[in-house]
């Protein structure tokens, strides 16, 4: 009896601190979320944090928890005091703020000179305390947690699972179910009776940011496509051991309709990579031996080298790289059209200087005609592109772009050759995703990678996690996340050049130490470029990555190499190699199909030197190719595409 009163106390505190923050309201007719976050002077996104299931739609005579005031308001915060911080060497008003919790316009607003000055190191400035010590998130139910007795009451708080009420007090679903047999829908302030049972030991969960996931309600069975686990973890991009790592209650119940999945929120070019896929030889499927048109829209900038001297030319052209890379690009676009023709393809090339101008680019637009072009090649630059592909499209001319990586605005005649960033992250997910089973993921990011962390999270939700802050990572930091024994697969994710530079230090002597390690990145940014890094540390970490091209330095392009040495005297440089590629596809294309449109029809893979394209189509209109090779750096210094 004692026992029962201790707990009814403890029990009425809790209620007490919890109707300080919420409130309960009986859907009436008429009621709307709108509606009733006026009535209750909160915001509607307050009442969908506590009620989740409302986002889809609230049912009369549903209890919904509203909170007593609102959540996220727009109230400003009042500082309770001020502490001094003196400013060490290199750090930035950024990485004080993430260090101190605040946002960089408090620590601007508290201390004006920073809106017209730099950050110096020795300078004290006032850093806002809101709160007299860190706070806790609150939890109702934590004395229960603790005691010793058998059945006990707990409280339902908003977005608790009846799978996860019973994971938390040691026992089965179905236990929990037999201790209330009324138990129904979970609704929050609902109380359930428990019962504390010995556990064979706790696992800490991993912390998983929620804003990478949502909610899918599986659907009622039809026959003619029926939902199973197989068809989720396509639907969502995400293997079956991840599905089930976020949803437990798979394992205890199956898959039944009704039931509520955690599933990671995937943007549209997830799936839309393609990876190892067979590779059509165009070459001996050419049927079209009609003469195709092609034109090409380049940068040349040749009025400025007009008049004058050699030498002044040679100094102009070193100093104008957008005209280097232009008659570079078309190096590689004529020895293309020389390798059509000896296949039997009559090509008919126009060629326009854009002058890198829009006055001139849209002067040659109007003043040509395009009737019989079969295909346009440039611009270079992505507004340019987009302007030509506008102009070009009412007479359904393709326009491809040869370079630019970033997304651009649809139209269906855009072709975007290059895949995107986006695309190459989403390649290595799907890669790791593919072929990990019993190895240790570890997600190594630092604060500016936040995106992609929440994304990693979504795709591999047991991986252990380190976010590094700084500029230099410490090796017991990674020790404490690695296991004996056992492959570790680390994703890295930075672009500060001495944090890679002292990551690849500390885990090559960890792999020296006996640790296995394999070392991948969704982004080989342009900081594994430098002189700092070395790639003999990347080697013996297998560094594997994704690209948009593979090394051109083997045996089955030395007909090319040759040939492009024969031709102009010196080696092809990535853009030589890019306009080669790029032209003689698009050339095969044509001609191992009646048009264009046929022969994306025939979903072809194509490989040439150093460049792979399989084209899909975009939901807002025009094509991408999403065709993307993993490559590894082997111990022998050379870059191979892995063998899936």
Do not use: C
């Amino acid at each position: 009896m004692k026992k029962m009163f201790v707990f009814l106390f403890l029990l009425a505190f809790a209620f007490e601190g919890f109707a300080q923050n919420y409130r309960t309201h009986k859907v009436e007719k008429g009621d709307t979320v709108y509606k009733l976050a006026k009535e209750y002077n909160t915001t509607e996104e307050a009442i969908y944090t506590l009620n989740p299931g409302a986002k889809q739609s609230i049912q009369l005579g549903q209890i919904l928890m509203i909170p007593s005031s609102k959540i996220g308001g727009s109230n400003e915060k009042i500082p309770l005091r001020f502490e001094n911080y003196v400013v060490k060497q290199k750090e930035t008003i950024f990485g004080i703020s993430q260090q101190k919790g605040i946002n960089m316009n408090e620590l601007k607003k508290y201390n004006p000179y920073l809106y017209n000055e730099g950050l110096g190191m020795g300078d004290t400035i006032q850093i806002p305390v809101y709160t007299k010590g860190k706070p806790k998130p609150i939890n109702y139910n934590q004395s229960i947690q603790n005691s010793n007795f058998g059945n006990l009451l707990h409280v339902v708080l908003p977005e608790e699972t009846a799978y996860g009420i019973a994971k938390e007090y040691g026992i089965k679903l179905n236990r929990l179910q037999e201790l209330n047999p009324n138990m129904g829908t979970l609704k929050p302030g609902q109380v359930l009776v428990v019962s504390r049972e010995k556990k064979s030991g706790n696992i800490p969960a991993q912390i998983i940011d929620d804003t990478a996931f949502t909610y899918y309600i599986v659907k009622p069975y039809n026959e003619s496509s029926p939902e199973t686990i197989f068809s989720l973890t396509r639907k969502f991009g995400i293997s079956r051991d991840s599905l089930y790592a976020l949803n437990p209650i798979l394992k205890e119940e199956g898959l039944n309709a009704g039931m509520k999945l955690k599933v990671p929120i995937l943007k549209e070019t997830v799936s839309k990579v393609t990876i190892g896929a067979e590779i059509t030889d165009l070459e001996k499927i050419i049927v079209n031996y009609e003469p195709k048109e092609l034109v090409v829209l380049l940068p040349f900038q040749l009025s400025k080298f007009e008049n004058d001297s050699l030498l002044n030319r040679r100094e102009e052209l070193k100093r104008n790289r957008i005209s280097r890379i232009a008659l570079d690009f078309y190096s590689g676009v004529l020895l293309a059209l020389e390798k059509a023709g000896n296949q039997g393809i009559s090509i008919n090339l126009r060629t326009f200087d854009t002058e890198q101008s829009k006055s001139k680019l849209s002067d040659i637009l109007s003043e040509n005609n395009f009737s019989q072009t079969q295909a346009v090649i440039g611009p270079l630059l992505g507004n340019l592109l987009e302007m030509t592909a506008t102009e070009l499209l009412r007479k359904n001319i393709p326009v491809f772009s040869p370079l630019t990586k970033m997304e651009m605005e649809s139209t269906e005649n855009l072709f975007q050759t290059r895949p995107t960033d986006e695309q190459l992250q989403n390649a290595m997910i799907k890669y790791i995703d593919s072929v990990h089973h019993n190895q240790h993921i570890m997600l190594l990011t630092d604060t500016q990678h936040s995106e992609v962390t929440r994304k990693l999270q979504a795709h591999f939700p047991t991986a252990a996690s380190v976010s590094i802050s700084g500029e230099y990572s410490k090796k017991g930091d990674l020790i404490t996340k690695l296991q004996k024994g056992v492959p570790n697969w680390i994703i890295f994710e930075a672009e500060n050049i001495p944090l890679i530079g002292s990551v690849l230090a500390h885990l090559n002597s960890l792999a020296a130490a006996g640790y296995d390690i394999t070392l991948f990145t969704t982004n080989r940014n342009d900081s594994y470029e430098s002189d700092e890094i070395s790639n003999l540390n990347l080697s013996r970490l297998k560094f594997t990555f994704p690209s948009f091209t593979k090394d051109p330095i083997s045996e089955g392009n030395l007909e090319f190499l040759e040939a492009y040495k024969t031709k102009y005297g010196i080696k092809p440089n990535k853009f030589a190699v890019r306009g080669y590629d790029l032209t003689y596809d698009i050339l095969l294309r044509l001609a191992a199909s009646k048009s264009l449109d046929d022969s994306l029809k025939e979903d072809w893979t194509t490989e040439y030197t150093e460049n792979k394209f399989h084209y899909v189509e975009k939901k807002k209109g025009g094509y991408v190719n999403t065709a993307i090779y993993i490559l590894r750096l082997e111990q022998d210094m050379t870059m191979k595409p892995v063998q899936l």
